[in-house]
């Protein structure tokens, strides 16, 4: 199993960023997915999260700028970001809670490789 993000780039204050991440292997199900940010210096912090039937979760920070969303059918979540501001310059990680059949029943907390977001002028 792999997620794969991209998305990432440099973009001015009040700008918008669409970020992507997609899962594919041997997947049975897919249950929380969410997206997590490691600005320098710092440790890595909660974005957001989505329940497998859709349910939300924002951290405070984020809240009315950034929206979380996903497609079950093509195993993918993604983060809309508008309004950017400096502080959310960061590496974006994609994580997701998924359940494999093979070689047995596991389910594994899985991590994207991280996307590079930079917010400047």
């Known amino acids: 199993v792999q997620l794969q993000a991209s998305g990432g780039g440099l973009v001015q204050p009040g700008g918008s960023l669409r970020l992507s991440c997609a899962a594919s292997?041997?997947?049975?199900?897919?249950?929380?997915m969410g997206w997590y940010r490691q600005a320098p210096g710092k440790q890595r912090e909660l974005v957001a999260l989505?329940?497998?039937?859709?349910?939300?979760n924002h951290a405070d920070s984020v809240k009315g700028r950034f929206t979380i969303s996903r497609d079950n059918a093509k195993n993918t979540v993604a983060l809309q970001m508008n309004s950017l501001k400096p502080e959310d310059t960061g590496v974006y990680y994609c994580?997701?809670?998924?359940?494999?059949?093979?070689?047995?029943?596991?389910?594994?907390?899985?991590w994207g490789q991280g996307t590079l977001v930079t917010v400047s002028s």
């Open positions: 994580n997701a809670h998924i359940t494999t059949m093979t070689p047995r029943w596991n389910v594994m907390a899985y």
């Open positions: 292997g041997s997947i049975s199900s897919i249950n929380v």
């Open positions: 989505i329940a497998s039937e859709g349910t939300t």
